[in-house]
């Protein structure tokens, strides 16, 4: 029997029914009255943010870590406004989000009114899907389907906005059960028989292998994680994988390479070149995993395993695409391995690891090491050392620390690594470890911050205080937007245009202005004594972790370059690396 | 060389540019047509024509119409991303697979005295276009045909006094007894 109800108990009735445990919010005008329901019921809790902006990486970070849906409550006009940034990071990243958006009251929309905006026009197109809900009679069954279309298939942001009328007005309320979704909507899950077989001959065929495999792994759920691990390990192929996929296999796994892409190892990336089979899994060939398109690699025959069906030959052409989600497709390649009994061949394989492990001694992520100065690479080396026996999620900005985070960290197991790859959106990691402490209170959460990226979002640190959530940032600071200076160094004649970061806040001053401990090291000696005090402090940490100024981070594939033309930190001069760049390439991003 | 999304080279070599008829069936609900041309616009692709219209009411089904450009791999991922979008049901690529029919219907305003009032009655005539409204100084012709037959005759009505035209755009439909929309 249908239940009649407000709309604001209906939106509060479906949050409970779907079984969410947090909402990260700011109330305004017109979600008053959703609010008023929130304050009467104790199912589903509500984290204040500073910044609507904030509350979307919060909620990414509590998805990214859970495998969960982020939910995120937010008012008409700026409210709407601020979610933008996160909403498109999310949708780039394949986050699944539902956002509810309040709207002036029907009688009012269109009419310049206070605080009104096109939030369906304006999300339109950083949105999987969004709904503007004119009828209390639909509400339940919209918000139900909003929660279906973020999770299911590529997963990604839905946005759900509700007119402050349609919160008062009456209407009934439809369990999940009792509510249909599109008939337009139907992602395909199961791969397709002859293509698993055509990849599995493929395979079994294959001398020099490699597997390629991204973000889509970690959203297809733990189990695709434990299959990717048997297939590599029953191929014995070597593996490397995206940004995103970090995690999906061990770092400490044999066949790893590390990540590949503009900044991945040198072994990773001459495996993708020199392969003559590529097994792509929920990975999107993006340009900064390809390099130069005419040049990459030039003599495979590629297999791409994908839940959305334009992910493929978008930038990559593919021999054998298979459309499902991996697990189904992981599941199916080493069920029918076992049956045919098909095995690569050894021998083939030990020549091509003997090349691999010829790449490697290359150790492309050297760096010189100083005892004057800290560098950035060994404090995320000491950081990754006093942590990997602690539950720990790592969360980080954008820019040359994100690099090196991807680098130097070892991620031993998916839903472990919150970073902003698609969008690249500075200030996603302080909101993103707030999102995570919440799903994991007693877990080290660590944000690997730069100096001007932590600024981004700042005030999330509050949030922090307010729910005793013990996150600890670990800022970079080289007073400089590292990636911004590198760039400048290698593409515009060492001019830093902008890229220094004047006027910084004292940042041991910041963090007790917040309530928090603020530490500072600069001396490379006192370095592993100051990340203890850290990983101890009980609440949350700002650590000001002063780094040498001009480190670039390497290795790199410069912009219009292949694969096989990496600059390494330690074997190319600095001639070498203000040439790198041809006038085409200035002109790439 | 083919432009491709990306801002690097297209790794494939140089593809012939193709025109394409797709029939994209859709939930008639508020936004789709926006969701669809944004998609368009957005990845900057190129819609030479476009209709769209309600056909089946009782289940709220509307068929969008569009005509399109590209490479192949373009066109692929058209129809790709089409299928992305959540209210769309189906997209049917016509000129590939099915050898379309397409119509289009147009309105022309000319107006003139004399011999060439004459000689657009009958030109319009030779192209079987109706005059559905007149007075001593002007005619209104409706044209239904294909586009290229219309596009003749609007240029030849430049001659004699064109005023203005409206176009629906492509309508169009694959041959044979099948129903291709679902």
């Given at each position: 029997?249908?239940?009649?109800?407000?709309?604001?108990?209906?939106?509060?009735?479906?949050?409970?029914?779907?079984?969410?445990?947090?909402?990260?919010?700011?109330?305004?005008?017109?979600?008053?009255?959703?609010?008023?329901?929130?304050?009467?019921?104790?199912?589903?809790?509500?984290?204040?943010?500073?910044?609507?902006?904030?509350?979307?990486?919060?909620?990414?970070?509590?998805?990214?870590?859970?495998?969960?849906?982020?939910?995120?409550?937010?008012?008409?006009?700026?409210?709407?406004?601020?979610?933008?940034?996160?909403?498109?990071?999310?949708?780039?990243?394949?986050?699944?989000?539902?956002?509810?958006?309040?709207?002036?009251?029907?009688?009012?929309?269109?009419?310049?009114?206070?605080?009104?905006?096109?939030?369906?026009?304006?999300?339109?197109?950083?949105?999987?899907?969004?709904?503007?809900?004119?009828?209390?009679?639909?509400?339940?069954?919209?918000?139900?389907?909003?929660?279906?279309?973020?999770?299911?298939?590529?997963?990604?942001?839905?946005?759900?906005?509700?007119?402050?009328?349609?919160?008062?007005?009456?209407?009934?309320?439809?369990?999940?059960?009792?509510?249909?979704?599109?008939?337009?909507?139907?992602?395909?899950?199961?791969?397709?028989?002859?293509?698993?077989?055509?990849?599995?001959?493929?395979?079994?065929?294959?001398?020099?292998?490699?597997?390629?495999?991204?973000?889509?792994?970690?959203?297809?759920?733990?189990?695709?994680?434990?299959?990717?691990?048997?297939?590599?390990?029953?191929?014995?192929?070597?593996?490397?994988?995206?940004?995103?996929?970090?995690?999906?296999?061990?770092?400490?796994?044999?066949?790893?390479?590390?990540?590949?892409?503009?900044?991945?190892?040198?072994?990773?990336?001459?495996?993708?070149?020199?392969?003559?089979?590529?097994?792509?899994?929920?990975?999107?060939?993006?340009?900064?995993?390809?390099?130069?398109?005419?040049?990459?690699?030039?003599?495979?025959?590629?297999?791409?395993?994908?839940?959305?069906?334009?992910?493929?030959?978008?930038?990559?052409?593919?021999?054998?695409?298979?459309?499902?989600?991996?697990?189904?497709?992981?599941?199916?390649?080493?069920?029918?391995?076992?049956?045919?009994?098909?095995?690569?061949?050894?021998?083939?394989?030990?020549?091509?690891?003997?090349?691999?492990?010829?790449?490697?001694?290359?150790?492309?992520?050297?760096?010189?090491?100083?005892?004057?100065?800290?560098?950035?690479?060994?404090?995320?080396?000491?950081?990754?050392?006093?942590?990997?026996?602690?539950?720990?999620?790592?969360?980080?900005?954008?820019?040359?620390?994100?690099?090196?985070?991807?680098?130097?960290?070892?991620?031993?197991?998916?839903?472990?690594?919150?970073?902003?790859?698609?969008?690249?959106?500075?200030?996603?990691?302080?909101?993103?470890?707030?999102?995570?402490?919440?799903?994991?209170?007693?877990?080290?959460?660590?944000?690997?911050?730069?100096?001007?990226?932590?600024?981004?979002?700042?005030?999330?640190?509050?949030?922090?205080?307010?729910?005793?959530?013990?996150?600890?940032?670990?800022?970079?600071?080289?007073?400089?937007?590292?990636?911004?200076?590198?760039?400048?160094?290698?593409?515009?004649?060492?001019?830093?245009?902008?890229?220094?970061?004047?006027?910084?806040?004292?940042?041991?001053?910041?963090?007790?202005?917040?309530?928090?401990?603020?530490?500072?090291?600069?001396?490379?000696?006192?370095?592993?004594?100051?990340?203890?005090?850290?990983?101890?402090?009980?609440?949350?940490?700002?650590?000001?972790?002063?780094?040498?100024?001009?480190?670039?981070?390497?290795?790199?594939?410069?912009?219009?370059?292949?694969?096989?033309?990496?600059?390494?930190?330690?074997?190319?001069?600095?001639?070498?690396?203000?040439?790198?760049?041809?006038?085409?390439?200035?002109?790439?991003? | 060389?083919?432009?491709?999304?990306?801002?690097?080279?297209?790794?494939?070599?140089?593809?012939?540019?193709?025109q394409r008829t797709l029939?994209?069936?859709?939930?008639?609900?508020?936004?789709?047509?926006?969701?669809?041309?944004?998609?368009?616009?957005?990845?900057?692709?190129n819609i030479d024509s476009l209709t769209v219209?309600?056909?089946?009411?009782?289940?709220?089904?509307?068929?969008i119409t569009i005509v399109t450009r590209?490479?192949?791999?373009?066109?692929?991922?058209?129809?790709?991303?089409?299928?992305?979008?959540?209210?769309?049901?189906?997209?049917?690529?016509?000129?590939?697979?099915?050898?379309?029919?397409e119509r289009e219907?147009?309105?022309?305003?000319?107006?003139?005295?004399?011999?060439?009032?004459?000689?657009?009655?009958?030109?319009?005539?030779?192209?079987?276009?109706?005059?559905?409204?007149?007075?001593?100084?002007?005619?209104?012709?409706?044209?239904?045909?294909?586009s290229?037959?219309i596009?003749?005759?609007?240029?030849?009505?430049?001659?004699?006094?064109?005023?203005?035209?409206?176009r629906t755009g492509i309508a169009a439909?694959?041959?044979?007894?099948?129903?291709?929309?679902?």
């Amino acid at each position: 029997m249908a239940r009649v109800m407000t709309g604001a108990e209906i939106v509060t009735q479906v949050l409970i029914d779907q079984g969410v445990e947090l909402i990260f919010g700011y109330p305004g005008g017109a979600v008053l009255p959703i609010y008023d329901e929130l304050f009467k019921q104790a199912k589903v809790r509500h984290i204040l943010v500073r910044q609507e902006g904030g509350a979307v990486h919060a909620a990414e970070g509590y998805a990214r870590s859970t495998g969960k849906i982020g939910i995120v409550l937010v008012t008409s006009g700026p409210g709407a406004t601020n979610v933008v940034t996160g909403l498109t990071d999310a949708l780039m990243d394949s986050i699944p989000l539902v956002c509810i958006t309040g709207q002036v009251p029907t009688h009012l929309i269109g009419s310049d009114a206070f605080q009104e905006c096109d939030t369906v026009g304006i999300t339109r197109s950083c949105t999987k899907h969004n709904y503007l809900v004119k009828n209390a009679n639909d509400l339940a069954a919209v918000l139900h389907e909003a929660f279906y279309v973020a999770h299911s298939g590529r997963p990604g942001p839905v946005v759900v906005d509700v007119p402050k009328d349609i919160q008062f007005a009456e209407g009934y309320y439809l369990r999940p059960s009792e509510t249909k979704s599109k008939v337009s909507y139907r992602p395909k899950l199961k791969p397709d028989h002859e293509k698993i077989e055509a990849a599995v001959n493929l395979i079994a065929n294959a001398e020099k292998p490699v597997f390629y495999t991204g973000g889509g792994i970690i959203n297809s759920g733990p189990r695709a994680s434990k299959l990717l691990r048997q297939l590599v390990n029953t191929t014995g192929f070597p593996i490397t994988s995206t940004l995103m996929g970090l995690g999906a296999y061990p770092a400490s796994g044999h066949h790893w390479l590390g990540m590949l892409g503009m900044h991945g190892t040198y072994e990773a990336n001459m495996t993708m070149h020199g392969c003559d089979v590529m097994i792509a899994i929920g990975a999107r060939f993006d340009d900064r995993i390809t390099g130069r398109l005419d040049a990459f690699s030039p003599n495979s025959e590629r297999i791409q395993i994908d839940i959305d069906p334009s992910s493929i030959n978008k930038n990559i052409y593919v021999d054998i695409p298979i459309i499902a989600d991996c697990a189904y497709a992981l599941e199916a390649i080493i069920a029918s391995l076992k049956i045919k009994a098909l095995r690569p061949s050894k021998s083939s394989l030990k020549n091509w690891w003997k090349q691999i492990n010829a790449w490697r001694s290359r150790k492309s992520l050297a760096y010189k090491n100083s005892k004057e100065f800290i560098m950035p690479q060994y404090a995320i080396q000491r950081i990754y050392e006093l942590t990997k026996n602690c539950d720990t999620y790592i969360t980080t900005e954008v820019g040359q620390h994100q690099m090196w985070a991807a680098q130097f960290i070892g991620f031993e197991e998916p839903n472990r690594w919150m970073t902003s790859g698609g969008l690249g959106t500075m200030g996603y990691g302080l909101p993103a470890a707030i999102g995570t402490q919440l799903a994991h209170p007693k877990s080290l959460v660590i944000d690997i911050a730069g100096d001007a990226s932590i600024l981004m979002n700042i005030q999330e640190m509050s949030t922090a205080i307010q729910y005793e959530l013990p996150v600890k940032v670990f800022i970079l600071n080289n007073q400089y937007m590292g990636m911004v200076r590198q760039w400048q160094q290698l593409l515009h004649g060492n001019r830093y245009s902008e890229s220094y970061s004047e006027s910084l806040p004292n940042f041991v001053k910041l963090a007790e202005a917040y309530g928090a401990k603020g530490i500072v090291c600069s001396d490379p000696s006192k370095l592993d004594a100051a990340i203890i005090e850290m990983i101890n402090t009980p609440g949350p940490v700002i650590f000001d972790c002063r780094v040498a100024n001009l480190a670039n981070c390497y290795p790199m594939i410069p912009s219009g370059k292949a694969h096989n033309e990496m600059l390494l930190g330690n074997e190319n001069s600095e001639d070498d690396i203000e040439s790198a760049i041809d006038m085409k390439g200035r002109t790439l991003v | 060389m083919v432009r491709s999304n990306s801002h690097y080279p297209a790794s494939v070599g140089e593809q012939q540019i193709i025109q394409r008829t797709l029939s994209i069936i859709v939930d008639n609900e508020p936004g789709v047509l926006a969701r669809v041309i944004s998609m368009f616009s957005g990845r900057g692709y190129n819609i030479d024509s476009l209709t769209v219209t309600e056909t089946e009411h009782e289940q709220h089904i509307s068929r969008i119409t569009i005509v399109t450009r590209g490479t192949p791999l373009v066109i692929e991922q058209i129809k790709n991303q089409l299928e992305r979008v959540v209210p769309v049901h189906n997209v049917i690529d016509l000129s590939h697979d099915y050898d379309p029919l397409e119509r289009e219907l147009a309105l022309i305003k000319v107006s003139g005295k004399g011999e060439n009032r004459i000689e657009s009655l009958r030109l319009a005539e030779i192209f079987k276009a109706q005059v559905i409204d007149a007075s001593t100084e002007h005619f209104i012709f409706q044209i239904t045909g294909i586009s290229p037959d219309i596009d003749r005759f609007i240029g030849l009505m430049m001659e004699l006094g064109l005023v203005e035209v409206a176009r629906t755009g492509i309508a169009a439909i694959g041959r044979g007894k099948r129903n291709l929309q679902f």
